[in-house]
Every structure is written in structure tokens, then in C-alpha cells.
């Protein structure tokens, strides 16, 4: 196995204890109705278990400019290649992060890693974003009608546009998108937050979503692209700048 993939892979399963670490963390504290407390021993178990896996990291979307984190901010320096003799720390790949320890309300503990350079270091606004699995790759535009758009993705998938299923984040500035998915005869599951794991929902089969579309969080658009990416999945997305659009 060459050198560049042995490292990958063992970094893979470095991330597993990462996000496993965190995600058991947050759910100790299920019942106990303080969502930041739940944030807060996510982020910690995050960054105690990143600093043993051997990396010099660097956080570019971060935890704690968002959500005011104790850590995981963007810049800081993680991983266990830091502070090491100079032999060492070369053996310790450069890698991006981005972080997402506590996923809205699913207990659903995130990292997205690249080579240095390799993540968008996406700002705290919003993204449109149009989400599909690996079978409706190829067909959809973000900047195509609604109909259109969910027109191809069931001649893709051999459906009716009344057999898709449509995740929108349930949010004011999505009406007109709202009524266009349901003017075209689809089906739609509001969500009021995650709309990172419901970009994965779309790619993996099985789960009845077809596609996932409208405006979220931009440093949750990196991840799910990451994770799309894996998946063999498509994401289009732009940054949103006009207040207009978001109804403010």
C-alpha cells in the first residue's frame, strides 16, 4: 500500500475515535434540556481525543466562533505532531479540519479533513445549496426552476415527481420554495435544524430522500460536501450575501 494511502486510512480510523468520543459525550447528557452544556462536553471529548491522533492540524471551520466554544476555534493548531522533536512532527501529516462536534439536535458528531488548503475556509453566513445521491448525479442545477430540477431527478431514478421526497429547513425565507416543491407534486420533510446530516440522508440509500435544497449554514455546507463527496453524491452550492433573500 503506498505511503500517501496507509496514512489516509489511518487517519480515517484516528477521526472514528474522534467523533465517537464526542458523540458519546453528548449523549450522557440527553434529558437534561441545556443544549450548550451538551455542546460544550462534545467540543471537550473532541479536542482530548484530536490531540493524540498524530497530525499537525489546523481547525478551519471551528466550533468556537460559532457556537462560543471553549476551543476548537478556527485556527488553532491540533494533533499530536505539535511540540515534538522535528523528527517526529515530519512524520505527522499537515491536515485541514472542519468541525461540527454537536450537530443541531441529532447527537451527531462531524470532522470533514483534507490536505492543508484543501477545505474552504467558508465564512459564518449562509449557502443555497441543492443536495442528491449518487444516482441523481449529473442532472441538477442550482440555478434551474424547482420543477425542473426535481423533473430530473425522478427520470434519473425511474419515479414520479410525486414519489421524491424534498428535506427544506423549516424557515420563512423558504416559502416561495416551499410551495414551488409542492406545486410540482413532491413530497417535503421540514426539519428545524441538521440540515448537515440530512444532506448525507440524501446520498445514502434507503432513507426515501431524494434531494435536499434551500439556505443553511455555510461552514455546515463545507461538511456535508466533504461527506457527499465520500458518498459519490452531488452538492451545488453558492454563498448567500443578500439580505432579501433571507427575510432580513
Do not use: W
Not at 490536505?115 to 453566513?125: C, K, M, Q, V
Amino acid at each position: 500500500m503506498a505511503p500517501e494511502l496507509r496514512t489516509e486510512r489511518e487517519l480515517s480510523l484516528e477521526f472514528l475515535r474522534v467523533t465517537e468520543a464526542a458523540a458519546i459525550a453528548a449523549a450522557r447528557t440527553m434529558g437534561q434540556g441545556d443544549r450548550k452544556y451538551s455542546d460544550q462536553v462534545a467540543v471537550e471529548a473532541m479536542r482530548e481525543v484530536m490531540d493524540t491522533v498524530p497530525m499537525r492540524g489546523r481547525v478551519v471551520i471551528g466550533e468556537g466562533e460559532r457556537d462560543e466554544a471553549p476551543m476548537l476555534f478556527i485556527g488553532e493548531e491540533v494533533g499530536g505532531g505539535f511540540g515534538v522533536g522535528e523528527e517526529l512532527a515530519e512524520s505527522c501529516p499537515e491536515v485541514d479540519i472542519a468541525v461540527d462536534p454537536l450537530e443541531g439536535t441529532n447527537l451527531c458528531a462531524l470532522v470533514a479533513a483534507a490536505e492543508r488548503g484543501g477545505l474552504l475556509h467558508a465564512p459564518d453566513i449562509y449557502m443555497d445549496k441543492i443536495v442528491v445521491g449518487p444516482s441523481s448525479r449529473g442532472v441538477v442545477d442550482i440555478d434551474a426552476p424547482v420543477k425542473e430540477n426535481l423533473r430530473n431527478i425522478a427520470r434519473r431514478l425511474g419515479r414520479d415527481i410525486e414519489d421524491l421526497t424534498v428535506i427544506v429547513l423549516e424557515r420563512p425565507r423558504h416559502k416561495k420554495l416551499i410551495d414551488d416543491v409542492r406545486a410540482a407534486g413532491a413530497r417535503i420533510r421540514l426539519i428545524p435544524d441538521g440540515d448537515l446530516s440530512a444532506g448525507i440522508s440524501a446520498a445514502v440509500a434507503g432513507t426515501n430522500i431524494h434531494a435536499v435544497m434551500g439556505i443553511g449554514g455555510a461552514p455546515e455546507g463545507v461538511l456535508t460536501a466533504a461527506a457527499i463527496k465520500c458518498l459519490n453524491g452531488e452538492i451545488q452550492a453558492r454563498l448567500v450575501f443578500d439580505s432579501e433573500r433571507l427575510g432580513v
